[in-house]
């Protein structure tokens, strides 16, 4: 295939490099494609022999140290001429990053300079961009925070439209707010977590419900973080939600299996306890004879003793626990017997037998029984 004209003005060329603000901005670091831009060996560039005000050029100079050094900006987007090794000026668009408790700001430079339509190819990009991520499954979201505490959807994808049980055309039509879609019993917690966001800067990662339709809620994983500020002083916030609804499913039938077997081993006859291969003495769940042979409930072996079981054993027990390792691992089964001190240091010699299992997963784990032989 033959490369045109059209298709080279497609062509994005991204320069990075990292000044220290405290140092009248010299550039500390770059890659190579921003040093071969400026016509400057990447050694010289790490040896500070390179300043910010050296490409900028002098029109733009002021504007762009004064917005890199606006207090609270962490992210600033500029447009500006920059001046390569050859000393011609080429249009870029800007990203800096203020890097946190830090002089160091993150510069990286788009040069969309070849294009010769810039402002026509610009806004197809942003229209195969938005395109992109209409293809998303998850949903994409801009949304503001009111000095009410309302949350208006700005933009909404196709995939968080279905997500939400509403259409583009009707988000443009009337305001949409994600605050009237939140389940009555998670709205504080979302609140507490935008206020948050909103206070801190920090990103926000929450698990709450959302009403797709009348009375049918769905389980989202909402990841968002504060963009900009808009003209009226609001925050705004761009936002990944996604369906979440069959993984908590799953973990409420995990958590019954789990009440279910809790259950079944109160029952069992026998001081039955699971583990793993890898650690012998960590144990996972208890039988109700179990906690009769140690004299400790479960709430209190697991929170005392974090459910090891090597803690009730006398002295160093490391050689035993290579020793059950290594022959459950080879027989499928083991069998060995030391001391334990129960409940009021009463020490008793216990038998341990061991079955190797393979769980759902597909991961080993071991069954274990403890009788007591003296």
């Known amino acids: 295939m033959t490369e045109t004209n059209e298709d080279r003005a497609y062509e994005v060329e991204f320069l990075n490099c990292v000044v220290d603000k405290e140092d009248d901005f010299r550039i500390v670091d770059s890659d190579s494609h921003f040093a071969e831009f400026s016509g400057v060996h990447p050694s010289k560039i790490k040896?500070?022999?390179?300043?910010?005000?050296?490409?900028?050029?002098?029109?733009?100079?002021q504007e762009v140290i004064e917005r890199i050094c606006k207090k609270d900006s962490?992210?600033?987007?500029?447009?500006?001429?920059?001046?390569?090794?050859?000393?011609?000026?080429?249009?870029?668009?800007?990203?800096?990053?203020?890097?946190?408790?830090?002089?160091?700001?993150?510069?990286?430079?788009a040069d969309v300079s070849k294009s010769?339509?810039?402002?026509?190819?610009?806004?197809?990009?942003?229209?195969?961009?938005?395109?992109?991520?209409?293809?998303?499954?998850?949903?994409?979201?801009?949304?503001?925070?009111?000095?009410?505490?309302?949350?208006?959807?700005?933009?909404?994808?196709?995939?968080?439209c279905r997500l939400f049980g509403t259409t583009k055309e009707a988000c443009r039509k009337q305001t949409y707010r994600l605050d009237e879609i939140i389940?009555?019993?998670?709205?504080?917690?979302?609140?507490?977590?935008?206020?948050?966001?909103?206070?801190?800067?920090?990103?926000?990662?929450?698990?709450y419900r959302v009403r797709r339709h009348k009375d049918d809620y769905i389980w989202c994983k909402c990841n968002a973080a504060v963009h900009k500020t808009d003209a009226d002083g609001c925050?705004?916030?761009?936002?990944?939600f996604t369906d979440i609804t069959r993984v908590k499913d799953a973990e409420a039938r995990a958590d019954r299996a789990n009440d279910?077997?809790?259950?079944?081993?109160?029952?069992?006859?026998?001081?039955?306890?699971?583990?793993?291969?890898?650690?012998?003495?960590?144990?996972d769940l208890i039988s109700g004879d179990f906690v009769k042979l140690t004299g400790y409930s479960r709430a209190e072996?697991?929170?005392?003793?974090?459910?090891?079981?090597?803690?009730?054993?006398?002295?160093?027990?490391?050689?035993?626990?290579?020793?059950?390792?290594?022959?459950?691992?080879?027989?499928?089964?083991?069998?060995?017997?030391?001391?334990?001190?129960?409940?009021?240091?009463?020490?008793k010699t216990v038998r341990d037998v061991r079955k190797l299992i393979t769980q759902q997963d597909g991961s080993m784990a071991a069954i274990c029984e403890l009788e007591e032989i003296g």
């Open 301 to 347: 072996f697991f929170e005392r003793f974090d459910g090891d079981l090597s803690r009730l054993i006398p002295g160093d027990n490391t050689e035993l626990a290579k020793q059950l390792k290594k022959d459950i691992l080879k027989n499928g089964r083991c069998e060995a017997q030391y001391t334990i001190t129960a409940r009021g240091s009463r020490q």
């Open 74 to 109: 962490r992210f600033i987007y500029m447009d500006m001429d920059i001046i390569n090794g050859d000393g011609e000026q080429v249009f870029v668009h800007c990203t800096a990053q203020n890097m946190e408790d830090s002089p160091l700001c993150r510069l990286v430079f």
């Open 235 to 240: 925050p705004v916030f761009h936002a990944m």
């Open 183 to 207: 389940h009555p019993e998670d709205k504080t917690l979302v609140y507490q977590a935008v206020g948050k966001a909103m206070a801190t800067g920090d990103a926000i990662d929450l698990e």
């Open 47 to 61: 040896e500070g022999k390179l300043f910010l005000q050296d490409i900028v050029i002098p029109a733009d100079r």
């Open 116 to 160: 010769r339509e810039k402002n026509r190819l610009l806004k197809e990009q942003a229209s195969e961009i938005n395109h992109l991520i209409d293809l998303v499954t998850g949903g994409v979201c801009l949304f503001k925070v009111t000095p009410n505490m309302h949350f208006e959807a700005l933009y909404l994808n196709e995939g968080g």
């Open 260 to 283: 279910k077997l809790v259950n079944l081993l109160e029952n069992l006859r026998g001081a039955f306890f699971f583990t793993t291969p890898e650690s012998p003495f960590e144990c």
